[in-house]
């Protein structure tokens, strides 16, 4: 991507240009890096219609990128080269999009590249995160195990997303089904009743007079109803895609009454676990900090862990900046990461706090499944004897006069 920045040199002078970079993320770095004071920094691409269309069809999944790490991890482990690694790798990925990825990525490497500075160029695909592990190893000369580490901790992320994912799937589809069963009686069904009931001059129970003019009402303004809807679902949609929206959906979710605790839960724990592998790889910790910060899935913790990384360069100890954050991180990361700063184990303690608080998800998880399947039951036989109940009650009525 093209990126024009204006910014001033070490001597004061304004200066205008072009960048390019994966992101903007990474022109800023460059930028940074040349010793510049940015003052601006904006997009140059003319954006086109088919954008959306191209991103989806160039979308690697996190399952092909998680497949990738651990086959690079095992020839990694075996001691084969690096480039002979990508190699092999390059033959045993199906994903063509991926897989031309890695080709490009073989090329940079034999041509004089770094592997990060090589995976930089791919940041669309690999996260920040994923590029400074490598980055640190490079520096290291621990490329092997830190890919180990990335493999095993993108398939646990990966193991935990699933369920989660799992876990909604079913009540998402029930409740969908109740809501296109619901429809189709109230808008086809009970107005071919309206006629038996007018006829019949039987009074009518007060259920089933609001299923009628709901029913008459679908049927006379469905197209508007459903125009008006599809407005609605857009403008929500963009909305929540905005700067401002993905606050306001965050803040939403981490305050609902069951599940603002399983979102917390998943937060902490990929903060804890992917600044303790960061750590281990040699990063220091503000800077570990601000890397885990992108990964974590979340706006409102993210500028959390952000204001954790200006305490920690301020001289703060991370344990009491966590502390002084205790509506977002509990109390109990806060004890062992100042148990992990008096012993020098700070990477094991976030370790096993990211352990915890995993373990912690996953059970709450566990209970949500089995008490949402009965629930759900609960609710739609409420809403089928609803139905029901409108439909039968004037035909017992009906029934009671003759």
Same mark, same amino acid.
């Given at each position: 991507?093209?990126?024009? !920045? ?6 004061? @002078? ?5 960048? @390019? ?56 482990? %075996?001691?084969?080269? =690096? ?16 897989? @031309? ?35 640190s190893a490079e520096i290291t000369g621990r490329v092997d195990e830190v890919v180990n580490y990335l493999a095993d901790y993108l398939e646990k992320d990966y193991e935990f997303s699933s369920k989660i994912k799992g876990a909604l799937t079913y009540p998402i589809i029930v ?22 009931? %007018? @006829? ?77 592998? =960061? ?29 954790? %990384? ?17 509506? !977002? ?19 094991e303690l976030l370790a096993r706090a990211g352990s915890f608080y995993n373990r912690e998800a996953g059970e709450t998880i566990d209970n949500l499944v089995e008490l949402i399947q009965p629930a759900i039951m609960i609710v739609m036989g409420v809403a089928v004897g609803i139905l029901f109940a409108a439909v039968l009650l004037p ?8």
């Open positions: 991507m093209k990126f024009k !920045y204006t910014a001033r040199t070490q001597t004061g @002078e304004l200066q205008t240009g072009f960048v @390019e970079g994966v992101n903007r993320e990474a022109a800023y770095n460059i930028l940074i890096g040349n010793n510049l004071y940015l003052l601006s920094l904006e997009s140059a691409e003319v954006p086109h219609w088919y954008d959306p269309i191209v991103n989806f069809l160039k979308k690697v999944k996190k399952k092909d990128v998680m497949i990738l790490t651990r086959q690079l991890a095992v020839l990694l482990n %075996a001691k084969i080269s =690096l480039g002979d690694s990508l190699k092999n790798v390059y033959k045993q990925t199906p994903n063509l999009v991926l897989r @031309e990825v890695i080709g490009e990525i073989s090329s940079d490497v034999d041509s004089g590249l770094s592997f990060s500075q090589a995976l930089e160029r791919h940041g669309n695909i690999f996260s920040n995160f994923y590029i400074s592990m490598i980055r409740v969908s089904l109740l809501f296109v069963v619901g429809a189709i009686m109230i808008g086809f069904v009970f107005p071919q009743l309206t006629p038996i009931f %007018a @006829e019949s001059n039987v009074p009518l129970p007060l259920i089933t007079q609001v299923f009628l003019f709901m029913g008459n009402f679908l049927l006379q303004w469905w197209l508007a109803i459903i125009i008006f809807l599809a407005m609605v679902v857009l403008s929500l949609i963009n909305y929540f895609k905005s700067s401002e929206g993905k606050v306001v959906w965050d803040e939403t979710i981490i305050k609902l009454p069951v599940f603002g605790s399983l979102f917390k839960k998943t937060y902490v724990s990929r903060f804890a676990e992917s600044t303790s592998v =960061l750590i281990k790889g040699g990063v220091p910790v503000a800077q570990a900090l601000e890397i885990s910060s992108h990964t974590v899935g979340s706006i409102i913790y993210r500028d959390a862990i952000k204001d954790l %990384a200006d305490a920690v360069r301020e001289g703060v100890l991370l344990s009491n900046a966590l502390e002084q954050n205790s509506d !977002y991180f509990p109390t109990l990361v806060s004890q062992m990461v100042a148990v992990g700063e008096s012993t020098g184990q700070l990477d035909m017992y009525n009906l029934v009671q006069t003759f």
